[in-house]
């Protein structure tokens, strides 16, 4: 299970830089914004201030750039996810998690608010586990997968 942690800047691992209208220098914020933009991206100034915030070198921007364009998920351009307040870290293969999981933490608290102990089968990233361990007073928390990503 990957690590979670509170929210606060990246520290995933330097990604390998790759080839890129780019790298020649540093990309402006502007030329991020269009480059997501331009890849249908939605929120491409939202997404540009977290990917300049996360990226340590220009390399590092460019690849995270040119990740981003070409379909690759924001939480695994970066390596993390928000999931109610906490900073939970994600890779490849492991469940995402997303702002209607949360729902299911809402409901878990409302079902038993008081809870000693915490499972999460299938846990994935442990965003489920680790948002009720944060919620309730110091549960008992098992958290598991059988997938190895996770």
């Not at 390998?16 to 790298?23: D, E, I, M, V, Y």
């Not at 608290?109 to 007073?137: K, M, Y």
């Amino acid at each position: 299970m990957p690590p979670t942690f509170p929210a606060s800047p990246s520290s995933s691992p330097s990604p390998a830089p790759c080839a890129s209208p780019f790298s020649a220098s540093l990309p402006s914020r502007d030329s991020v914004v269009a480059a997501l933009r331009g890849a249908g991206c939605v929120f491409a100034e939202d997404e540009a201030a977290l990917i300049l915030a996360a990226a340590r070198t220009a390399a590092e921007l460019t690849a995270m750039v040119d990740r981003r364009v070409t379909g690759l998920p924001l939480e695994l351009v970066l390596g993390w996810a928000e999931f109610r307040g906490l900073r939970v870290a994600v890779a490849p293969g492991v469940f995402v998690p997303r702002r209607r999981t949360e729902f299911l933490v809402s409901e878990a608290l409302a079902h038993a608010p008081d809870a000693d102990v915490v499972v999460d089968l299938c846990c994935g990233s442990g965003a489920v586990g680790a948002a009720l361990a944060a919620a309730l007073d110091r549960p008992e928390v098992h958290a598991a997968d059988v997938d190895p990503a996770a």
